[in-house]
C-alpha cells in the first residue's frame, strides 16, 4: 500500500490507487472541504492526482489558506473566461495564453472583430453559468503529436506555435518562467484540461472544478503583442482578478478604485507637477512645482550622505562605445541603450553609472588608508524601455538613480553595508514607509567569480543584516551573475510593494577594470566594490510619494506651504505683508488676490492640496495675526504671523509626516 509522509512528518497508509483528494478525505472532511490543490513530492498537482511510487510520498494539502491558493484559484478562473468567451463568440476564437498574475489574472484571445470594454459584463455573466454548472478542470495527458493534432484540427495556431517551441525546449527564459503553460513530460506526453467546451494546454494545477471560485471580475481589455513582439499580431487581452470571498473581492476593488483616484498622473497634472508629451515618450517634463519637491528630496539625500562620510562626483553621460564593452553592458544591455556617434567613433548614453564611476577610481592610486571610499553619484541614466511598458513616472526611459559605490577592503564590507542599511532605514521612515521587506538574493546558477567570493560577500550581506535586526527572504539562486544583493520592497498606504533600493556586492567589476589599492604590504591588492540605491529612480519615487500622500505632501515637500487669502481686496495689502514675511523666513508661501469669495479661495486650496490656508479680514489686519486652517486638521484659530511662522518651519525642519488619508 502507498504511504505519505505529511508536513508534520507523519506518515499515513492509503489505498491502492488513492487520489489527493481521498487523503484529504482521509485526514478529514474539513480538510478536504477547504482543498484546492497540492503539493506531491515538491510539484504542485490536482486534487484528483493519483498517489503512487515506491516508498512515502511527500504529500501536503494546500487549502484557500495557502500561498499558492489564490494564484490557482485565479489561473482556473483565467480556463473559465476563455470557456465564456468560447462560448460567446464561436469556434473562430483563438487562444493566447492565459497566467495568474500578481494581483489577478489574464487570457490572451483572438478574437475575430475584437473585444471592447462592454463586452466585460456579459463574458463576466457567461462565466457565472459555468461557474454555477460545476464543471471539473479535467486533464488528460496525450502524446505531443496528439496534442499537436488536436489543438491544429482546432485551428489554435498560437496553441499548436508554444507546442511545437515547448516540445523542442526552445522557450526564452523570461517566457518559460511567466508564460509556459505546459512541458512534456519525461515520457513525451503533454497535458491537457478540459472545462466546459474549452480545451487548453496547460501544466496545471486547477481548482477541483469551477464550482470552488466563489468571487470574480473581469477589469479591462488592453491591446497585447503575441509573445510580446511587435511583430506578431496583436491580440485582446482581459485582465481580471477572483478571490476566495466576496468580502476580499470588494476590499480589493475599493483599494483599486482608490490607487485610480490616487494614480500619480492625474495627481501631477492637477497639481502641476509635471507632463509627458509625444514628442518625448517615456521622457518626463519636469515643472517648477515638481523641481520643487525634487529638490527638497535631493537637498535632504545630500545632507545625510555627506553626513554619512560619501563624496559626491558626477560623471558623463555619453561615453565611449569601448568603455561598455568593457563593462559588460554591451553585451548583457545594449538593447535596452541608446547609440551615437562622436567623432565618427561610436559612442553609447549611459543605461548606469559604474563604468564612469570605476574610471574616477581609476584616475588616482589608491591606498589601503582611504578605504572605505564611499562615492555617490546622482546620475541621470538612459534606459529603452518598450513604449507597451511606460508608465507615467513609474517606467520612464530617462531617470536620475541614487547611486554610490563603496570602495573597501574585504573584510570591511559587512560594516559597511550595516551604514548602507542604517542609511536606508533613515531614509525610508523619514518618508513615512514604515512596512519594509528585505530579501537576500544569493548566488545563481549561471554566475562568475569563485565559490570562496560567493561565500565572502554572501556571508558579509547576511552578517550585516543579522547585525542590524533585520528580518529577511533569502531568494536562493535569484542574486544577479556578478553579486549577491539585498533588495528592499516598500508598501504604500495602498498596500502596493514596491521595489527601490539595493545593495549589491560586485565580484565582476574590480577584475574587468583591474582595480586596485596599496595594502599594508606595499603590494597592490583588488578592492572590494559595492553599488547601492536607496530611493533607485529619483522621478519613480516621487511617483509612489505622490500616490502613497494622495497628493498630500508633507510640509517639507510641499511645492506651496501655505497660501494666504485676504476675504476681501480692502485686505489684499496685509495679506502681502503676510506673504513677505514668511517668504522671507524660507516658506513657500503664495497669495490669492483674487476677488472671488473666501469660500472658492479655501476650496481651491484644498483641490491644490496646500498644507495652511491663511485666512486674512479686518480682525486679523489690527492684531497682526493670521486665522490659520490646516488642510488635515481643519480651523486651528487666529495665531500671531510670528507664531505660525515659528510652528512651521519647526513643522519643515522635523520633516514632519502629515496624516496619510485612507480614502482618496
Ligand atoms: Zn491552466
Ligand atoms: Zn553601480
Known sequence: ?????????????????????????????????????????????????????????????????????????????AHVMAAAVRRLFGDGVKFGIGPAIADGFYYDFDVPG????????????????????????????????????????????YKVELLRDIAASTLAEGEEREHAEAKPEADGTVSLYDTAEFTDLCVGPHLPNTGRIPAFKLESVAG?????????????RIYGTAFFSKQDL???????????QRDHRRIGKDLDLFSFHEEGPGFAFMHH?????????????????????????????VLSKTLWERSGHYENYRDAMYFTQVDEEPFAVKPMN???????????????????????????????????????????????????????????????????????????????????????????????????????AT????????????????????GAFYAPKIDYHIRDCLGRSWQCGTIQVDLAMPERFDLTYVGQDNAEHRPAMIHRAILGSIERFLGILIEHYGGDFPLWLAPVQAVVLPVSEKFTGYARQVRETLYGAGLRVALDASSVKVGAKIRKATLQKVPYMLVVGGKEQEAGTVS?????????????VEAFRDRAIEEVRAKRLRPVAEGP
Not at 253 to 259: D, N, Q, T
Not at 466 to 476: D, L
Not at 628 to 640: I, M, N, T
Request: overall charge negative; hydrophobic content about 40%.
Open 1 to 77: 500500500m502507498p504511504k505519505v509522509r505529511l508536513p508534520d512528518g507523519s506518515l499515513l497508509e492509503v489505498a491502492e490507487g488513492a487520489s489527493v483528494a481521498d487523503v484529504a478525505n482521509q485526514i478529514g472532511s474539513r480538510l478536504a472541504q477547504a482543498a484546492v490543490a497540492a503539493r506531491l513530492n515538491g510539484t504542485l498537482v490536482d486534487l484528483s492526482a493519483v498517489v503512487s511510487g515506491e516508498g512515502p510520498q511527500d504529500l501536503e494539502i494546500l487549502t484557500d489558506e495557502s500561498d499558492e491558493a489564490l494564484s490557482i484559484l485565479r489561473h482556473s478562473t
Open 628 to 640: 490659520v486652517r490646516d488642510k488635515a486638521a481643519g480651523d486651528l484659530g487666529v495665531e500671531s
Open 289 to 317: 512645482k515638481g523641481m520643487i519637491v525634487l529638490n527638497e528630496i535631493l537637498e535632504y539625500w545630500r545632507r545625510l550622505h555627506r553626513d554619512a562620510g560619501y563624496q559626491e562626483i558626477r560623471t558623463p553621460t
Open 459 to 478: 556571508s558579509a550581506l547576511r552578517g550585516a543584516l543579522n547585525a542590524c535586526g533585520i528580518s529577511y527572504k533569502v531568494n536562493e539562486g535569484d
Open 114 to 157: 475584437g473585444l471592447r470594454d462592454d463586452d466585460l459584463p456579459r463574458i463576466e455573466e457567461e462565466m457565472a453559468g459555468i461557474v454555477a454548472e460545476k464543471a471539473p478542470f479535467q486533464r488528460r495527458d496525450v502524446p505531443v503529436s496528439d496534442a499537436e493534432a488536436l489543438l491544429d484540427g482546432d485551428g489554435q495556431d
Open 224 to 236: 497585447s503583442y503575441w509573445r510580446g513582439d511587435e511583430r506578431r499580431p496583436m491580440l485582446q
Open 250 to 260: 470588494q476590499e480589493h476593488l475599493v483599494r483599486l478604485e482608490l490607487a485610480k
Open 354 to 456: 559604474c563604468p564612469g564611476g570605476l574610471l574616477v577610481y581609476l584616475n588616482t592610486k589608491h591606498s589601503y588608508r582611504e578605504m572605505p571610499m564611499r562615492v555617490a553619484e546622482l546620475g541621470l541614466v538612459h534606459r529603452h524601455e518598450k513604449s507597451g511598458v511606460l508608465h507615467g513616472l513609474m517606467r520612464v526611459r530617462q531617470f536620475t538613480q541614487d547611486d554610490a559605490h563603496i570602495f573597501c577592503l574585504p573584510e570591511q564590507i559587512q560594516d559597511e553595508v550595516v551604514g548602507v542599511i542604517r542609511l536606508v532605514d533613515e531614509i525610508y521612515s523619514t518618508f513615512g514607509f514604515e512596512d519594509v521587506r528585505v530579501e537576500l538574493s544569493t548566488r545563481p546558477e549561471k554566475s562568475i567569480g569563485s565559490d570562496e567570493m560567493w561565500e565572502h
